[in-house]
């Protein structure tokens, strides 16, 4: 019974400091405590992942820090995601093949393979780089100042080829 009462009050000490952004990676940079908007990508009955868009601002632009975290229900190489990134960027973009080149190699190392319940998160403040996580740690960056817009646009531009994932992830904070 000591000990029960003991776990119980040093977990109610510790919710201050658990307050926050429930991503551990947002911490210290945003500081909303429920995603600006969430939506899953579906495959007919499956669902690859679900996505969710972090950011403090009234309304999502590119000019506000914000965070883009996608929770995996199934598995996918590095190469696979990476492969798919490299097409979306073509499609929702005007990247150029060298481009694409010089962001390869940095994708592969920042986005590893996933299994289910993995959680990579991208996030952007305006001006600094894109820093990647893997379930709240740091995997990569790519500080090339062209890559963050089209990156991004692959699930928040008008050309993305997931239009409703993109309604739900910029519907806003719902009270």
Do not use: C
Not at 56 to 71: C, G, K, N, Y
């Amino acid at each position: 019974m000591r000990r029960s009462l003991a776990f119980v009050m040093a977990m109610l000490l510790a919710m201050p400091a658990l307050a926050g952004a429930p991503l551990p990676e947002l911490n210290g940079t945003l500081k909303n405590e429920t995603p600006y908007g969430t939506g899953a990508l579906t495959w007919l009955w499956m669902t690859a992942y679900d996505a969710e868009l972090w950011t403090d601002a009234e309304s999502w632009s590119m000019e506000s820090p914000f965070a883009l975290s996608l929770t995996y229900h199934m598995a996918f190489s590095s190469e696979d995601i990476v492969s798919r990134t490299e097409e979306e960027l073509a499609k929702v973009s005007d990247v150029t093949a060298e481009q694409l080149a010089a962001w390869r190699p940095q994708l592969q190392r920042a986005i590893p393979p996933v299994r289910e319940g993995d959680r990579i998160t991208a996030l952007y403040v305006p001006g600094q780089r894109v820093q990647f996580f893997m379930n709240g740690q740091p995997t990569g960056k790519i500080s090339d100042p062209d890559f963050a817009a089209p990156f991004f646009a692959i699930w928040l531009s008008e050309k993305t080829s997931e239009p409703g994932l993109r309604a739900a992830l910029l519907k806003g904070r719902q009270p």
